[in-house]
């Protein structure tokens, strides 16, 4: 058992000045004293083996209430010394501590060092990497709970672009993309900004601010209008171009209360100490509503708008105005129309009625084409379907047989003819598909996992997957990731396309995206328990060997 250090120890010369530097830097760091006499005492242990040799286990311990400084180093007893440095025979041990018995550890006082001018300024180099380290968790612990948080600092410097922010406690920086645009910031300015990320990093904590993120102009709202404060009145949605405009959507919990009114106030005095704070900002704040039409309507004003059609398996909305109503609709830049976009979280393309129509007569003729084609039906057959909401050989194919023959004109025999020639046109497809997949190099293992078609293992195979470890290789998002488009201007031709998954246009979900995946995936894991039921068999087989001769 270890024995308790020495109770007498040599004098400090100084402790009273030790006590008092050490009660100064915790109160100037904000940080436990205890912090800093471990560091006087860690930095008193480093000189004291410079002294004695690195080479012995040397202890200090300053006491926090006297300022009393105790050293001593720590052998082992042992019967036959190996380091003669950390380790003492039974013999030496007693001189030093009556009663010590082999595989006790016993103190060995040793009188106080004089600090020569390196182990002086080592020790001071000690003691300030210890504070700091210290002060640093002090920070960290402190902000790192606090994201989404709108705090109030100093501008203290400004290096290549990014605003050092004094906040008190520590130094926050809005990094440029995350400062509004023109916005001009000078050394001393008070500056309000969310805390939008702290990271513990080797340099200290990183506390990341920003004035362009949509949360920071729903905090400065929470500020300003009691009603959100108190959870009255929500922010659904934010959206915004820093510096320029922004939309908002609110709803009211009390139906007594107008939410677009109270964000508002008494002649915009409310909304406008927000657009101060955005550098004039120019703020839209509308309704929120659950019915998806509804909102997006709402979410495109000023414009007038005049039909909504909601694409959910893609996630768009088709908007028609009045020709009169586009540039209005998109706004300047597409400022309108993205903003739209950001805050009902769907791509939206607008339309005019004349390009409406077009659009309209367009698909009407390719789906008619297209019916005659594979139904070997008339032209009128054609448009009969196709005014009825037909739009694919798998709906003819798989709607109820009722529901053609309700088609006025129609009847069961007819219905069922048109789901027999579906059904045949659909496994031309089918073989067609299958023979140019294989063509491609497109292994038959791919066919049999979940949800593939072969018209999607033909996707697969013309971009060069061709085998089930290609396919196990991508993660969900590179196979099914549907396509990110900016909203659609006048000319539809000039709009910019984000490369989507593989299958991005066969509409399959995540779900479905994840079982295709692993499914790819499984034959990876199905020689490990061969493998290890190989191994007994062979075992056995040279036990039999053995035993036979």
């Known amino acids: 058992m270890a024995s308790e250090a020495p109770t007498t120890a040599p004098p400090s010369a100084n402790k009273a000045e030790l006590l008092a530097i050490a009660d100064a830097v915790a109160r100037e760091k904000l940080i436990d004293k205890a912090i800093v006499i471990e560091a006087m005492e860690d930095a008193i242990q480093r000189a004291a083996r410079a002294r004695y040799g690195a080479e012995n286990d040397i202890r200090a311990k300053l006491d926090q209430e006297t300022g009393d400084l105790r050293l001593w180093r720590v052998l082992e007893v042992v019967e036959e010394p190996e380091d003669h440095f950390k380790q003492v025979d039974l013999k030496g041990a007693q001189k030093l501590q009556t009663g010590a ?291 694919s050989l798998e709906e003819v194919a798989y709607v109820g047989a009722d529901e053609i023959a309700s088609i006025e004109g129609l009847d069961e025999d007819i219905a069922a003819e048109l789901q027999s020639r579906a059904t045949e046109a659909l496994e031309r497809r089918e073989a067609a598909s299958r023979e140019e997949r294989r063509k491609l190099g497109v292994e038959d293992a791919l066919a049999e996992l979940p949800h593939l078609t072969e018209q999607m293992l033909v996707t697969l195979g013309k971009a060069k997957i061709l085998t089930l470890d290609d396919l196990a290789d991508l993660a969900t998002d590179e196979l099914i990731q549907k396509k990110r488009q900016e909203p659609r201007r006048r000319e539809p031709s000039n709009r910019t396309e984000d490369r989507g998954g593989v299958l991005a246009d066969y509409a399959l979900s995540e779900e479905q995206g994840n079982e295709i995946i692993m499914a790819a995936r499984a034959h990876w894991f199905e020689d490990e328990p061969e493998a290890a039921s190989k191994a007994p068999a062979a075992t056995d087989e040279a036990a039999n060997a053995d035993s036979s001769q």
């Open 101 to 391: 018995a082999v595989g006790d550890f016993i103190v060995d006082p040793l009188p106080p060092i004089e600090f020569g001018r390196i182990a002086a300024q080592a020790a001071k180099q000690v003691i300030f990497q210890k504070v700091r380290d210290a002060e640093r968790e002090r920070q960290f612990e402190e902000f790192k709970d606090r994201g989404n948080e709108v705090i109030t600092g100093v501008v203290k410097r400004v290096e290549f672009g990014h605003v050092v922010v004094d906040l008190g406690r520590a130094e926050g920086v809005i990094r440029r993309d995350q400062q509004i645009p023109r916005e001009m910031v000078r050394v001393g300015d008070r500056i309000r900004s969310l805390i939008l990320s702290v990271r513990r990093e080797v340099r200290g904590p990183q506390i990341f601010l920003s004035r362009a993120h949509p949360d920071f102009m729903k905090n400065l709202f929470a500020q300003e209008v009691p009603e959100i404060y108190d959870g009255i009145i929500e922010i659904k949605a934010a959206a915004r171009d820093p510096g320029s405009r922004a939309k908002i959507g609110v709803i009211s919990h009390d139906s007594s209360i107008d939410p677009v009114g109270a964000c508002v106030g008494m002649k915009g005095s409310r909304v406008q100490a927000v657009v101060q704070e955005l550098q004039g900002e120019k703020i839209d704040i509308i309704p929120w509503s659950e019915d998806t039409a509804t909102f997006v309507v709402n979410a495109l004003q000023p414009a007038t708008v005049s039909r909504v059609v909601i694409d959910e398996e893609e996630s768009r909305i088709e908007v028609v105005v009045p020709d009169d109503q586009l540039s209005l609709a998109i706004g300047r830049r597409g400022q309108n129309v993205r903003l739209a976009s950001q805050l009902t979280t769907s791509q939206i393309d607008i339309l005019t009625e004349a390009d409406a129509s077009e659009k309209r007569q367009r698909e009407f003729a390719e789906r008619t084409e297209m019916f005659q084609s594979e139904l070997d039906v008339d032209e009128t057959l054609s448009q009969l379907l196709v005014a009825e909401g037909f739009t």
